[in-house]
């Protein structure tokens, strides 16, 4: 089984039935998870015990990120074959990257995956043809703009299934100042 630390977009009722719409169509992962930035790609180890203490100290720290998606983006999927569909943010990026971070500096680093940069983003699609992402990327990108928060850190079991909650913090921090 493995575990992933994701952040649940929260968006205006309209924009988030617009995203579950794109993922309804485009997504294999749409109905086992709500849409989300994942922080904190599948590890196994180390025991959920030293990693639930990491995520509580880094949830601590960390203020609620205020972000804007405004753009989709195909992006080749590095550890296989096809493309995934993102919605990238203009704003809270950096936030978004800095939350990352600091969840992978500790017992977490030895499961960054260095050879693939991190993006934040909000997957909405999964294509085997490349071609097919790209062209709904070109399509979309003049209609995203949604306006976003994460504000909780949730750690969860995934076996192909629908995800299982395993524990969940609310991101109470000062920093960054959003």
């Known amino acids: 089984m493995a575990y992933f630390i994701l952040s649940a977009?929260?968006?205006a009722p309209e924009d988030v039935a617009w995203i579950e719409d794109l993922r309804s169509a485009h997504d294999p992962h749409h109905g086992l998870v709500a849409p989300h930035a994942?922080?904190?790609f599948g590890f196994e180890r180390p025991?959920?015990?030293t990693v639930a203490d990491h995520v509580d100290?880094?949830?601590r720290r960390f203020a609620p990120i205020v972000c804007r998606l405004t753009s989709a983006r195909a992006q080749r999927d590095l550890a296989g074959a096809g493309?995934?569909?993102f919605l990238i943010p203009n704003s809270g990026?950096?936030?978004i990257t800095a939350l990352h971070d600091a969840l992978y500096d500790g017992p977490l680093r030895g499961d960054l995956r260095t050879d693939i940069a991190f993006v934040p983003h909000v997957t909405v699609g999964r294509f085997d043809e490349p071609s097919a992402a790209e062209a709904l990327a070109r399509r979309l990108t003049d209609q995203v703009d949604v306006a976003a928060r994460l504000s909780r850190l949730d750690l969860v079991a995934f076996d192909g299934g629908p995800v299982a909650p395993v524990a969940s913090w609310t991101l109470a921090g000062d920093w960054p100042a959003s």
């Open 57 to 59: 100290e880094v949830a």
């Open 38 to 40: 994942t922080l904190v």
């Open 47 to 49: 025991s959920l015990a």
């Open 83 to 85: 493309s995934h569909l």
């Open 93 to 95: 990026a950096a936030e």
């Open 9 to 11: 977009i929260e968006a």
